[in-house]
């Protein structure tokens, strides 16, 4: 039987409450066949349930714990992030919470040599970082899911064994109240870095395993500098290492600093270790208030991927499918680019909208979208924390000449989570005017969000569909357009016309967004009948200067093979 | 976040763009630990002496040997 614990966790500012286990139908005997089954209630198992709920596809969420995330784990969300995240609705209560940033520091020799700005377009919604404490955003996002009659989200059951065959998985799990067998035509594996689903069917990850193992402890303390990312090169009380901190909500901070070489995960968090260590760095940078601690914890450098996200059955999914340098805030982050990139083919084949096959499109882009992420991340883990006598040399030559020679600088740029372009996907038209652009999000690339009015952007206007932007001032859509609209519609694809006019037009039939300056019209380098096909994603599938029926028709095809 | 702002350079001759100063960067900490604990001191000797004669300015690589001694 599996006891999950049931005392709250402790901690300074968060009051955990208990999610209690309740029995499932199984264990009374019925038998049910479940579209999708979800392992793993962390951020991205919560999100990829509720991504799917909004195409109408019920799953079933198997957590093994019975609260939400033991420390503050996550706290860095980006921009796309939250753009994802508004699609899931709980944007709003983060917003009341977060705290924004988009500046980082290098500090060395108590000097800075290093400040980083990251751009903040005044067609965005939201800022490029927003520190949270992963608690709270489970918090948002079990209420959603408590609020879905979709989501059958089952605490306190683990999984103990896994068939997983061609056309469906049968899962047996383990509860307070005895073993029951589940069965589903689809199984998402959302079970975190160390995966049971992975390691019950055993696919390699591709990759390296760092040496370089580092704490994470958050103090409660009142500090009073903006929030802002700082990193601390080399510092007396610590040689050689780094030490980055950032502000979290509730008066917390998060410190982050590599072990000395073969120290093991023990020593490190001993209690006299970690307070001297942390008092040494509060020390340093002049800050004599008092501090509590609140949690901590060890963990190693990686940069691993599975080649294959997509095993028969099972999808894999966020840090259960790759485990990526924690420098740069890649993990919840690239979780939910992969989540949101799966649910909307895996409702779609479910649903008969599109073939199976289109499933794979999501192992292809989010494999190499984790390749992508492993080789930037690499530069900036080879500068934190030198694998080897060479990269320390040149680290500490570089940290050296920053003091007084510029031009070493940008070495200290170490690059962030960023929403990856699809460009090489096989969902991409190929029949279309993407190159002859000049602004505007390119084809493979998330939608750039606009600013249409007091607290209206266009991504508030987008849901759980295809759309095509149609950039026209006339009263009417072409008819092609119309017939083809209706056609799949019928067909019970989800399929929306968004008309951006430069005049006021009144509409039953589509969504018109009035542009009256033509703004949206010069971001998406757009003139009479320019068309953007739009995945359900908000990653552009085509785009085409002028409208053409017969291309939007292939690209179509190309997308979600409509015939 | 792929555009970040990065501080530019301020000198004024022949400059390395990020890109490449960040193959050198590599190439450079490859060498390094090629040459081994032992020969690197060598190693970065002889290189040193090999710029300075593509240099050909005896003037500019003495203000950098004297760049180079500062913050040891």
Known sequence: MHFPDSSPRASLYYDYQIYPFRRPPELNGDTLQHKVVIIGAGPVGLVTALDLARYGIPSVLIEADVQVSQGSRAIVFTRRSMEILQQVGVTDRMLEKVLPWRCGNSFYRGERVFRMEAPYDEDDRFQPMNNLQQQYLEEYLVDQVLAEPLIDLRWGTK???????????????????????????????????????????????????????????????????????????????NPGNTILMHREPEGIWRLDYQLPEGETAEEALAPESLNKRIQAQLDMIGVDAPWEMDWCSVYSARAMTLPDYLHDRVLFTGDAAHMLPIFGVRGANTGWQDCHNMAWKLAFAIKGWAPEHLLASYSQERVTAAREIIDEASKSTRFMTPPDRGFRLLRDATLSLSLTQPFVR????????????????????????????????????????????????????????????????????????????????????????????????????????????????????????????????QHVSARWKQFDNGDLLTAMKRLINLS | MNQETIGHTTMSHNTLSTTALEQVYDQLAEGITQAGAEKEALFLTKLALLLANQVGDANQVSESIDEALKNL
């Open chain 1, 410 to 537: 940008p070495l200290f740029h170490w690059r962030t989570s960023r929403a990856h372009d699809y460009l090489d996907s096989v969902l991409n038209c190929m029949r279309d005017d993407n190159a002859e652009f000049s602004a505007g999000p390119v084809k493979g690339a998330p939608l750039q969000n606009i600013r249409l009015g007091d607290d209206d952007y266009l991504f508030d206007r987008l849901g759980a569909s295809i759309y095509l932007l149609y950039f026209s001032d006339q009263a009417e859509l072409p008819m092609a357009l119309t017939l083809l609209k209706d056609a799949v519609t019928r067909s019970g694809v989800p399929f929306e016309v968004v008309q951006i006019s430069r005049k006021p037009l009144a509409s039953q039939s589509h969504q018109v967004i009035h542009d009256p300056i033509g703004h949206m019209h010069q971001r998406y380098d757009a003139s009479e009948g320019t068309s953007y096909l739009v995945r359900p994603d």
């Open chain 1, 159 to 237: 999984v103990i064994a896994i068939d997983n065959q061609p056309d469906g998985v049968q899962l047996t799990l383990d509860t307070p109240e005895g073993e029951y067998q589940l069965h589903s035509d689809w199984l998402v594996a959302a079970d975190g870095a160390k995966s049971t689903i992975r390691g019950m069917l055993g696919p390699r990850m591709e990759g390296d395993s760092y040496t370089g193992n580092f704490v994470i402890a958050d103090i409660k303390i009142n500090i009073d500098l903006p929030t802002e990312r700082l990193a601390y090169f080399d510092p007396e009380w």
